[in-house]
C-alpha cells in the first residue's frame, strides 16, 4: 500500500525552465511534508518543507504547494540549474510520530 | 558541519553470511532512523529509536534482521543470514526532534551499499 506516490520516474527540462515535481498522498493523518534531494552515492538531503496548515511555503528558488483537498503538493524549481539534476523524494509524516513515509522518487535532468 | 557517520560504506557478501553496519548520528540527537532503499524505490522504515528505546520496528524482518542502540548514540543494523533479496542501500538518519515538531527534518547519513551474492 503506497501511501506517498510520485508517479513521474523522469523529468527532463531545460536549464533555466521550471521543473514542477509533483506527489500524491493516500493517508489524511498526514501533516507535514519534506522534500529530500539525492546525489548518487550519497544520502537524501533535506530541501523544504510545508506543514498542512499552509499551502505554501518558498525557499529561494523552491516553492512547495499543497492541496490539501486533492492530497497533492507538488515542487516549483524556478529557474532550474544543471546542479539540480538528482532524485527528488517527496515524504510524509503524521503527527508527531517521527516516522517519514517516502515516495519512491523522481529524477531530475536539467540540461545545460 | 555535524554529519551522520556510517560504515562500512560498501560490503560485498555471500547469502547466508552475517553483515553488520554501523550509524554515528549527529551528537545530542535523541531519534535514530534506519532506512533501506532498493534501487529505483524510494527509502522505507526499518527501526526508529528514542534513546535507546526502540519506537516502531513494525517493518524490520525479525528473523533475520536486529538492531541495538545500547547506549542511546551509536546504532548497529545487523542481518543475519543475508538473502539476495536485502541488497540495497541502507541508510542511517537521525533528528533532534521529531518529524512533525518544527522543521523535523532527518539528517542522513551517506549510506552503506549491501550487494549479496
Known amino acids: 500500500d503506497q501511501q506517498v506516490k510520485q508517479n513521474s520516474p523522469s523529468l527532463s527540462v531545460q536549464e533555466g525552465r521550471i521543473s514542477i515535481l509533483n506527489c500524491d498522498y493516500t493517508?489524511?493523518?498526514?501533516?507535514?511534508f519534506l522534500w529530500y534531494k539525492k546525489y548518487p552515492a550519497e544520502g537524501p538531503t533535506f530541501l523544504i518543507s510545508i506543514s498542512s496548515i499552509k499551502d505554501k511555503n518558498e525557499d529561494g528558488r523552491f516553492t512547495v504547494f499543497l492541496n490539501k483537498s486533492a492530497k497533492h503538493l507538488s515542487l516549483h524549481i524556478v529557474p532550474s540549474q544543471p546542479g539540480d539534476s538528482a532524485v527528488y523524494f517527496c515524504?510524509?509524516?503524521?503527527?508527531?510520530?517521527?516516522?517519514?513515509?517516502f515516495g519512491q522518487g523522481t529524477t531530475l535532468q536539467v540540461k545545460p | 558541519e555535524a554529519e551522520v557517520a556510517q560504515s562500512p560504506r560498501y560490503k560485498i557478501t555471500e547469502k547466508s553470511q552475517a553483515v553488520a553496519f554501523w550509524c554515528d548520528p549527529i551528537s545530542g540527537h535523541a531519534t535514530l532512523y534506519w532506512y533501506r532503499q532498493i534501487l529505483g524505490q524510494g527509502p522505507e522504515l526499518l527501526v526508529q529509536f528514542q534513546d535507546e528505546s526502540v519506537v516502531d520496528d513494525s517493518q524490520l524482518p525479525k528473523d533475520r534482521f536486529s538492531a541495538e542502540r545500547l547506549k542511546g548514540v551509536d546504532s548497529t543494523l545487523k542481518i543475519q543470514p543475508a538473502e539476495l533479496g536485502d541488497s540495497a542501500m541502507y541508510l542511517c538518519?537521525?533528528?533532534?526532534?521529531?518529524?512533525?515538531?518544527?522543521?523535523?527534518?532527518?539528517?542522513f547519513g551517506e549510506g552503506s551499499r549491501l550487494t549479496v551474492l
Open positions: 538518519a537521525s533528528s533532534g526532534r521529531l518529524a512533525g515538531a518544527g522543521t523535523g527534518e532527518l539528517f
Open positions: 493517508n489524511s493523518m498526514f501533516d507535514y
Open positions: 515524504a510524509a509524516t503524521p503527527s508527531n510520530t517521527g516516522k517519514l513515509i
